[in-house]
């Protein structure tokens, strides 16, 4: 079926208006076009590996909705999650940077659509294009100072802080006020013994900032979990800003593309 186009819109900035991911969205039209015939959309169920540490990274993925996991394990029975990546993000960053081998695990914390693109053409492109690395090597530098700043806060601040940026972080990346995630699964991602999580949700529930049932949190009020986390959030996402464009969208398929 032939598309209908606007006015002085050609089909690339078409299917860039489409696309869900904020990357694909804001990367220069020769870029997407580059990478668009590699690129598959996917369903990612929970828990699905998308990077293991130590291995070779077999595919990129710029996830359109859903929460993956970047975590650090210790042992084989102790893990963290070190960083977050929604529409606003991807996998891969180790490609970006020259490197092939996963440095962390990474896997789906709640069910993702997300679009793949296998490794060995994503490389090809960041070396034929001019502009694509240094394009995705902003969103790189965001996940580093993301990375580093969740360290800081885990070092420093209390489990009731943590949460609230945890929640807040979420809540950028999810289209709606309601997140699915069990507390064992959330102990897992904070470091944290599962009772701790729950008087910790308790708490915050107490407070009117959060409805918190079995497998689902609602957020009810996100200026309550912003006085909560004070300073914890808030110097990372200003570096997303700075680096990328906005974050926070409750619809990131919005109808007109953002500034390159």
């Known amino acids: 079926m032939r598309v209908l186009l606007p006015k002085g819109e050609s ?6 208006l489409q696309a869900k991911s904020e990357l694909l969205r804001r990367m220069s039209g020769d870029d997407f076009a580059r990478l668009r015939p590699h690129l598959q959309s996917v ?23 859903g929460l993956a996991s970047v975590v650090a394990k210790t042992s084989a029975k102790t893990e963290a999650e070190v960083g977050i990546i929604g529409f606003e993000g991807m996998t891969g960053s ?22 793949r693109m296998p490794a ?10 001019p502009t694509l690395r240094p394009f995705l090597l902003r969103y790189v ?26 929640l807040l972080m979420c809540g950028d990346r999810t289209v709606g006020d309601r997140l699915v995630i069990t507390h064992e699964f959330l102990s897992i991602m904070l470091g944290v013994r599962r009772p701790g999580v729950t008087v910790g949700l308790q708490m915050i529930e107490s407070y009117g900032y959060i409805r918190a ?33 906005d ?5 990131p398929a919005r109808q007109e593309r953002p500034p390159t």
């Open 213 to 245: 049932r079995r497998g689902e949190i609602t957020i009810r009020s996100r200026d309550g979990l912003l006085t909560l986390a004070r300073e914890a959030y808030g110097p990372p996402e200003a570096q997303y800003r700075r680096l990328v464009g």
């Open 120 to 129: 060995a053409p994503f490389v090809e492109a960041l070396e034929d294009s």
């Open 141 to 166: 530098q965001y996940l580093h100072v993301q990375t580093s700043y969740t360290a800081a806060i885990n070092a420093r601040q209390s489990l009731e802080v943590r949460l609230a940026r945890w």
């Open 43 to 65: 369903f990612l169920e929970l828990r699905a590996p998308l990077e293991t540490a130590g291995q070779k990274i077999e595919a990129v993925y710029f996830l359109e909705s």
């Open 94 to 115: 180790a490609l970006v940077m020259g490197d092939d081998e996963a440095n962390f695990d990474c896997y789906v914390q709640s069910t993702c659509e997300a679009v």
């Open 247 to 251: 974050l926070g969208s409750k619809n």
């Open 11 to 16: 089909l690339v900035d078409h299917q860039i």
